[in-house]
Every structure is written in C-alpha cells, then in structure tokens.
C-alpha cells in the first residue's frame, strides 16, 4: 500500500518590524543609539578639518621659509661691503663712518677743537662730493669718498687750494668711473693748520 504524501513544511517569513524594547531601557538604547550617530558624525568632521588644517599649516610653512630665505639673502648683500659701488648701502662704511665721527666728536684737543674743524671742513666740500669715511690725527684731516665728475675735483682743488685753516691737499688714490660705478671714487688727506683754530676757539 503506498505511502500517503507527507504534507510540505511551512515556511513563516515575518517582513514586519519587531516590537521595539519599551519603556527606560528602549528609551536608554536610542538616546546611545542617536549619541552614537551624532560622534562618528563629529568625529569625521574634526578629522577632516584637521586634515585640511595641516594642508593650510604646511603651505604656510613653505612660504614662511620662502620669505626667511630672502630676507637671509637681503639682510647678508646689505651688511657686505660693495667696493665696485660706493654709492650703494654698505653697513660697514656707515658703521666705519659714524665711529669716526663719533671719535672726532668726542676727543679733545688741548690746541683745537674738532667741532670747528669738521664744520670748516665741510663748508670747503662741493655739494656733490659724498663722504665715506673721516677722520682727525696728528693735525691731518684724512677722508674717502665718490664724486660724479671731474668739475667737482676741480672745485674740491680749488676751495681747499684758497683756504688758510685746510691746506695742503693730498689726493692719495683717484678711481675713474667704470661700468659698474658710474662715479670717480678717492682717498686724500690735508693738513690742519692748528693756529687758524686756535684763533677762531678764543673768537668763540
């Protein structure tokens, strides 16, 4: 006799929601729940700014160094010495200088007084001619400098050739106008003549 045909399983697929957990406890699991979306959400957020922060930071830096390297650059050419042009900034000429004229200033001559020399002085120099360095010694007046064009030695020559207190002008060193330095440059030294100053000191 054959066998009665065994009844097929029933299959039980349950597509609705489960009941969500009441009371504290579901109200407990969605405020961690929601916390929780709410910090990963924060966190991407400060890990994207941090990363974008850094961007910023490191182009930043670059520029920084960019700027360090040329003021480096500006700061070394200003502090050197340009001998093929002394119309130029240099540091150490002007450093040179205001030592000398701080020395002048300051030293004291029981014959003259270096005011009055260095006022005399200055009053015989074309307008154009420019100092660089000057100095008083042992009754000499010695000084470099620069001047555009020969009119202005000429005048240099002649002003201190008529003067009784600066005499004696020696020019020691006269450089031409090159490519590079458009003026003459010179060294030279002249003679102070105590007595002239010593005169002028007791009419002051």
């Not at 006269?174 to 458009?182: D, E, G, I, R, V």
């Given at each position: ?44 957020i ?62 004291k ?10 006022k ?30 020969s ?54």
């Amino acid at each position: 006799m054959a066998k009665a045909a065994q009844k097929p399983q029933e299959l039980n697929i349950n597509l609705l929601q489960k009941e969500e957990v009441g009371g504290v406890t579901g109200d407990l699991i969605k405020w961690v729940l929601t916390i929780g979306r709410y910090l990963i959400i924060v966190t991407e957020i400060i890990a994207l700014a941090t990363f974008l922060f850094g961007i910023k930071l490191a182009a930043d830096k670059n520029d920084l160094k960019g700027k360090v390297a040329a003021a480096k650059i500006d700061v070394d050419t200003k502090a050197k010495c340009n001998e093929a042009d002394p119309t130029a900034f240099c540091e150490d000429n002007f450093l040179a200088l205001q030592d000398r004229i701080n020395q002048v200033g300051s030293g004291k001559n029981t014959q003259i007084q270096t005011s009055a020399v260095v006022k005399e002085f200055l009053s015989l120099l074309p307008n154009e001619l420019n100092l660089t360095t000057l100095s008083l010694e042992s009754g000499k007046i010695s000084f470099n400098g620069y001047f555009p064009d020969s009119v202005t030695l000429q005048t240099l020559i002649i002003s201190l050739g008529s003067s009784k207190s600066i005499t004696d002008l020696d020019i020691q060193e006269l450089n031409s106008p090159s490519s590079k330095n458009t003026n003459f440059t010179f060294k030279a030294e002249a003679v102070i003549d105590t007595q002239q100053f010593t005169a002028i000191n007791t009419r002051d």
